[in-house]
């Protein structure tokens, strides 16, 4: 990687990344006049190998660490592997099953949220990095073919990014993973049409992290619509949703809802990974031991 006499002295501004390459002062304070002139011509080449450093040397494996690949081959291989055989999730997810074990809305995952999928994923919803989308993209293709079969005249709605979400990014994970499946999916149509509703959209901005069944889906319940506008584009039309991370289920189970209201026929939903709810242990041991023996 980078070594440490090539950093730019602190003070420079930073045009690489900010975390390799920190703002400093612009030369050094106890430097005599000489000496400075020098050490101000090598501040200046080791900014300018600093900049092609930077152009050379982009990353870490976000996996393993390994030098100069976002995702290195072997990662990307066991990444493949962990998305292979997509499968089905919803019963791992209580807002999609009714009290009495039927499914309210089939789910089809990737892969399970863990090891290089779950890196990845996590990465990928920081920083966007192009590699990643590609590999997570044909992954999540995979499950949507999966669960389109035949099927081409489905359509597929992206969940809705919380503008906070969208804001803090500056792009949105799931319609970026979209574009990739749309390459790989020639002819199945995207249909961008949930939108958040009013301030239930901003509820969502506080996250869903650690909050149990019943605090998701009530923070959920009412978030998103169909704008009148999209409408037309999606009455009576068969729709799959699509999202990153299957937990509770209770963000698809809204989104159903919303796209149930607006006339649209939802055959079901795609998420990239699924993981069992944080209160699976205190949530019926038979809907998390079925999701257990289908994750494994
Ligand atoms: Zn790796």
Redesign the pocket.
């Known amino acids: 990687m980078t070594s440490p006499a090539l950093l730019p002295p602190p003070g420079r501004r930073p045009r690489a990344d900010p975390d390799l390459f920190p703002p400093p002062p612009r030369s050094a304070r106890h430097r005599s006049r000489r000496g400075s002139r020098l050490l101000r011509l090598g501040d200046e080449l080791s900014g300018a190998a600093a900049d092609l450093l930077a152009l050379a040397v982009p990353v870490d ?6 030098e100069d ?1 976002e ?6 291989r ?1 990444l493949r592997r962990l998305t292979r055989d997509p499968f089905r999730a919803e019963t791992g997810a209580p807002a999609l099953m009714d009290i009495g074990g039927r499914v309210l809305l089939p789910v089809v995952a990737a892969g399970v949220y863990r090891e ?1 999928l779950a890196q990845a994923l996590l990465s990928f919803k920081r920083h966007g990095q192009r590699q990643l989308r590609s590999s997570l993209g044909r992954a999540l293709a995979r499950a949507v073919l999966a669960a389109a079969g035949e099927d081409r005249a489905v359509c597929l709605v992206p969940v809705p990014t919380s503008s906070a979400a969208y804001l803090k990014r500056g792009f949105s994970p799931v319609h970026l993973l979209l574009a990739e499946v749309a390459r790989a999916t020639p002819g199945v149509p995207v249909a961008d049409v949930l939108g958040k509703a009013g301030r239930a959209g901003l509820r969502l901005a506080g996250g869903q992290k650690g909050l149990g069944r019943g605090a998701r889906a009530k923070r959920v319940r009412g978030s998103m619509k169909v704008c009148r506008r999209a409408r037309a584009r999606i009455a009576g039309r068969r729709c799959i949703i699509v999202d990153d991370v299957l937990t509770t289920g209770a963000t698809l189970a809204e989104a159903a809802r919303a796209l149930h209201q607006a006339g649209a026929i939802v055959t079901g939903a795609v998420v990239l990974a699924a993981t069992r709810p944080p209160d699976a242990g205190a949530a019926g041991a038979d809907a998390s031991g079925a999701a257990e023996a289908t994750m494994t």
């Open positions: 494996c976000v996996c393993c660490g390994a690949f995702l290195c081959a072997a990662c990307d066991h290089e």
